[in-house]
């Protein structure tokens, strides 16, 4: 048997299956801050505690607001739908096929006559 071979199979099978149960999660979430006065008052002892603002972070369901852009987007451009470029560019690599009496000289008449026809058919597009 050739060790060569074994090695090589164990190779390329060994990554596949030790990668193939890592899962990556990822939990986001948002914090909602709460402010609360407590008033002033008197304990058991007599003595004044003053008031203060009680302050919580806790977590909370995230809301994914759309963004909306402060200016208005630009127009797209319109789609032309025109079937004369590929006919141009067919009919331009008939004609270099034709136009070309020597067959050594085809392997560059053809794709400049299609480059060609695309060009003007392309142009009659409105």
């Known amino acids: 048997m050739n060790l060569k071979a074994v090695l090589l199979s164990t190779l390329l099978l060994l990554p596949t299956s030790a990668l193939a149960e890592q899962r ?23 003595q004044y505690i003053g008031g203060y603002v009680k302050s919580d972070r806790r977590k909370i369901p995230c809301k994914y607001v759309p963004y909306q852009q402060s200016y208005s987007e630009p127009p797209q451009p319109q789609k032309r739908t025109c079937a004369a470029a590929p006919i141009g560019a067919i009919l331009g690599g008939i004609g270099g096929y034709a136009a070309t009496p020597r067959v050594a000289d085809r392997w560059y008449m053809i794709p400049l006559g299609i480059f060609g026809g695309g060009a003007v058919g392309n142009a009659l597009c409105q």
């Not at 990556?24 to 007599?46: A, K, Q």
């Open 24 to 46: 990556v999660y990822r939990e986001s979430y948002c914090y909602e801050n709460t402010e609360e006065y407590v008033p002033g008052y008197y304990n058991s002892y007599g």
